[in-house]
């Protein structure tokens, strides 16, 4: 007997459950520290994963991602924690419509929504936990969302990707948990700390 197949729409809720946690440790007066994600401090951390968030909604609500989404670039007055739980509710809410979409537009090009729900959930997960590791915060992937992301990340997270998207991956420690171990699979080390 197979395994049943994943869902895109719960494994990403997961993941947007795990980043309203991470934000919690979020110091707003500290945007400037140095994240896991070489040569992003925190604050470019958290504007790119509104961008993520607000593509994500586009995608649910609206079946395509819109280009340039220009809100917050002027930046400094913006608080991009009260903006990314704002993101965050919609896109739950946009999750929940009735008529699920089965395609997303990126200009010409159309997606699955599975992929893109399924690709947006390892790109949550994974960015908050930069978020709370640049936060000085040892909050881990869940176990239970970090198996079912550790599946599918050789799909998303190919070759071909590194080094521009992803880094190399980083041998994890002696007995890892899941989480460790999706994030040594993205080039990340899991005991990387903010000093």
Known sequence: ?????????GLLERAVDYALGCLDAVPADELHRPTPCAGWD?????DHLNDSLLALHEAAAFGRVFPDPGDYADGAAVDPIALLRDRATRLVGALALP??????????LALTTAIVTMTGALEVAV???DVARACGADRTIPDGLATDLLDLAPLLATAADRPARFAAPVEPPFGATPGDRLVAFLGRSPEWTYQ
């Open 99 to 108: 008529a699920p979409r089965r395609e997303v537009a990126f200009g010409d």
């Open 1 to 9: 007997m197979s395994a049943p197949p994943l869902d895109g729409v």
């Open 42 to 46: 925190l604050r470019a951390l958290l």
């Open 127 to 129: 960015h908050s936990w």
